[in-house]
């Protein structure tokens, strides 16, 4: 084989263990990240919320910096099954045993759930009786804004 030969085999060797490192090493910088659920249809959020763990497995949770914003039928998520019949303005309650410890183990991954006001004030949601683990904390003024805000602020738009 000639210098030039053994040249471009190098340079060919070094290019594609580079690539495929690249493609396939699974190193993610930090992400910010705002998930966008203001449906109701409970296997949609059930996929949601699927689609949150398998971004965290892919990333890890000390890489990720994740928001899930609710508003309008969006709070069907939290919504508990019991408080269907003081809620009215809801078709779903999707706060079943399952979903709810779905809940617990991304909140315990570091994922924050932020809940619109407006929705809660217009549906007349008791936040303490009707909603899954929502504190005054977890309130924000209106949903949309609240995605906008975090846009704006550098954080990468999902809605699943």
């Not at 309008?72 to 706060?95: M, S, T």
């Amino acid at each position: 084989m000639t210098s030039i030969g053994k040249i471009l085999f190098a340079i060919v060797l070094v290019a594609s263990s580079w690539t495929s490192g690249v493609l396939f090493a699974g190193d993610y910088e930090k992400q910010k990240v705002v998930y966008h659920i203001n449906y109701d249809n409970p296997k949609a959020q059930a996929g949601a919320l699927r689609n949150i763990q398998n971004h965290i497995n892919a990333v890890g949770a000390e890489n990720l910096d994740l928001k899930v914003v609710l508003h309008g039928n969006g709070l069907a998520l939290l919504l508990e099954p019991d408080a269907l019949q003081n809620v009215p303005k809801f078709k779903h309650a999707n706060a079943t045993d399952d979903i709810t410890a779905k809940i617990t183990g991304l909140k315990d991954q570091g994922v924050n759930f932020h809940v619109c006001a407006n929705t809660v004030r217009g549906r007349k949601v008791d936040v303490a009786n009707d909603l899954y683990d929502v504190e005054d904390a977890d309130i924000v003024p209106s949903g949309v804004a609240e995605v906008a805000k975090l846009q704006a602020m550098g954080y990468a738009y999902i809605k699943p």
